[in-house]
């Protein structure tokens, strides 16, 4: 008898607990780390200005996804803007350079199995069922546990089909 097909659908929270944080939690976590040292006055001065004028157009500038949006948006359409305050990083393409280090920072491209949590236990599955996944992640936190589970993962273009 064949396995029945599971789909399993993986969001910003299954990285979680490898300590990787969601994107909305993303200036919380990256003011914890303590990453931006001396910088982290300039990048609130950064933000808040983000913030406010994001505001306007109903973004959250404390997601990340919104904030690099905004800021993309801001040097494709005003390059020379300049931020208040922010002498180092000033310019959308200044502020967009910064928030890439603070994404690599967080993403913990360094992970290794013992690090994964509870992650590779979503394989557990893979005993009664032909599974499938479906992420919306940004990091590489599933790919990784299915190496760690000794499991073949192969992407696939079936979503361009429609």
Not at 87 to 96: D, L
Not at 119 to 140: G, W
Request: proline letters at 4%; aromatic letters at 10%; hydrophobic letters at 45%.
């Amino acid at each position: 008898m064949p396995k029945p097909k599971l789909v399993i659908f993986c969001g910003a929270g299954f990285s979680t607990t490898a300590g990787i944080p969601v994107m909305s939690e993303f200036t919380n976590k990256l003011r914890a780390s303590e990453f931006l040292g001396e910088n982290q006055a300039e990048f609130d001065r950064l933000l808040l200005q983000c913030e406010a004028m994001g505001m306007l157009i109903g973004a959250n500038t404390r997601n990340l996804e919104q904030l690099s949006s905004f800021l993309s948006v801001l040097n494709l359409t005003r390059p020379d803007f300049e931020f208040n305050n922010c002498p180092q990083f000033g310019k959308p393409s200044e502020a967009i350079k910064l928030i890439d280090r603070c994404i690599r920072r967080l993403v913990r491209y360094d992970l290794n199995i013992q690090q994964l949590g509870e992650a590779v236990s979503i394989f557990d599955a893979a005993h009664f069922a032909d599974l499938s996944f479906v992420t919306t992640n940004y990091d590489v936190v599933l790919e990784l546990a299915g190496w760690a589970a000794r499991r073949r993962m192969r992407p696939t273009d079936d979503i361009y089909a429609a």
